[in-house]
């Protein structure tokens, strides 16, 4: 059984940065695309950004150039780090583990619980 746990939310001011970090147990972490999600209070869980098994990433418009994605392998572990955060970047970071390379939360098997980001202005 493959399990996801997220830490590194918290409160932060705007203009500020945080890096979640996703810790996978149960299966190795390079068989796996890991994207990342979040959940703002009122709405539908939206795409963050995905990377793929060869640590290609892939992000939708709003989010490049803010957000990156990286990898380590070794440590069955991937990161977001979240620079220059708004207060519309507050909501809960969810990291999930699939085959595919998707913008799709219907693609991904595994989920986390969550970690709440909460960016006050």
């Known amino acids: 059984q493959v399990q996801l746990v997220e830490s590194g939310g918290g409160l932060v001011q705007a203009g500020g940065s945080l890096r979640l970090t996703c810790q996978v147990s149960?299966?190795?972490?390079?068989?796996?695309?890991v994207g990342w999600f979040r959940q703002a209070p009122g709405k539908e869980r939206a795409f963050v950004g995905s990377?793929?098994?060869?640590?290609?990433?892939y992000y939708p418009y709003s989010m490049k150039g803010r957000f990156t994605i990286s990898r380590d392998d070794a440590k069955n572990t991937v990161y977001l780090q979240m620079n220059s955060l708004k207060p519309e970047d507050t909501a809960v970071y969810y990291c999930s583990a699939g085959g595919s390379n998707s913008a799709f939360e219907k693609d991904y098997n595994y989920w986390g619980q969550g970690t709440q980001v909460t960016v006050s202005s």
């Open positions: 149960g299966h190795t972490l390079s068989d796996y695309v």
């Open positions: 990377i793929s098994r060869r640590g290609g990433t």
